[in-house]
T-cell receptor
Framework: AQSVTQPDIHITVSEGASLELRCNYS??????LFWYVQSPGQGLQLLLK??????LVQGIKGFEAEFKRSQSSFNLRKPSVHWSDAAEYFC????????????????FGTGTRLLVSP | EAQVTQNPRYLITVTGKKLTVTCSQN?????MSWYRQDPGLGLRQIYY???????DKGDVPEGYKVSRKEKRNFPLILESPSPNQTSLYFC??????????????FGSGTQLSVL
């Protein structure tokens, strides 16, 4: 069964410093990969997604993620963190076609809460 | 404004008292889904619907019911709530269930406490 691991429950980063959030997945083939952000009191918002092609994916709000097949990882990065980035971040995986093309079997990680210090 | 609207935002109830959490989207989306979010467990899917009158179980459907009589609405029903259903619930929708071209839109959540 597919699974997602986000090993860090909390991360604290100083404003202006770089950020990397880890995500490891377990799946027989290359899954579809997503990063979502949840700001306090809000629903989840898609940051970026990877299906195929270039392994470095650019997203919104200055975030990027790199898919590394050999490490089964899809880590999220940002070169300079802003106070407004404080939120909870979720990695998610879903099976590729032909299993299905939809969001029906999307599996979320347990989340990493990012705290930004002044 | 395109959005997914859940109501209520907060709900406190007692064990066994039936309740419904409503979800409505104004984007003419075919696909809708319910998740629950619990600390240390992330989001887990309860039920999903591919279109009107088409629903299916997710990973944690026990104790929940859904219906999809209209395209815009996808209510979550707890016939006899229990304390282990205390959780933060999210509704989500997408235009079509095609991850390559679409994305999930999430509501703002419903915090449910069952005493």
């Amino acid at each position: 069964a597919q699974s997602v691991t986000q090993p860090d429950i909390h991360i604290t980063v100083s404003e202006g410093a770089s950020l990397e959030l880890r995500c490891n997945y377990s799946y027989g083939a290359t899954p579809y990969l997503f990063w979502y952000v949840q700001s306090p009191g809000q629903g989840l918002q898609l940051l970026l997604k990877y299906f195929s092609g270039d392994t470095l994916v650019q997203g919104i709000k200055g975030f990027e993620a790199e898919f590394k097949r050999s490490q089964s990882s899809f880590n999220l990065r940002k070169p300079s963190v802003h106070w407004s980035d404080a939120a909870e971040y979720f990695c998610a995986v879903g099976p590729p076609p032909p299993v299905n093309t939809g969001f029906q079997k999307l599996v979320f990680g347990t989340g990493t809460r990012l705290l930004v210090s002044p | 404004e395109a959005q997914v609207t859940q109501n209520p935002r907060y709900l406190i109830t007692v064990t066994g008292k039936k309740l419904t959490v409503t979800c409505s989207q104004n984007m003419n989306h075919e696909y809708m889904s319910w998740y629950r979010q619990d600390p240390g467990l992330g989001l887990r899917q309860i039920y999903y619907s591919m279109n009107v009158e088409v629903t299916d179980k997710g990973d944690v459907p026990e104790g929940y019911k859904v219906s999809r009589k209209e395209k815009r609405n996808f209510p979550l029903i707890l016939e006899s709530p229990s304390p282990n259903q205390t959780s933060l619930y999210f509704c989500a929708s997408s235009l079509i269930a095609d991850r390559a071209n679409e994305k999930l839109f999430f509501g703002s959540g419903t915090q449910l406490s069952v005493l």
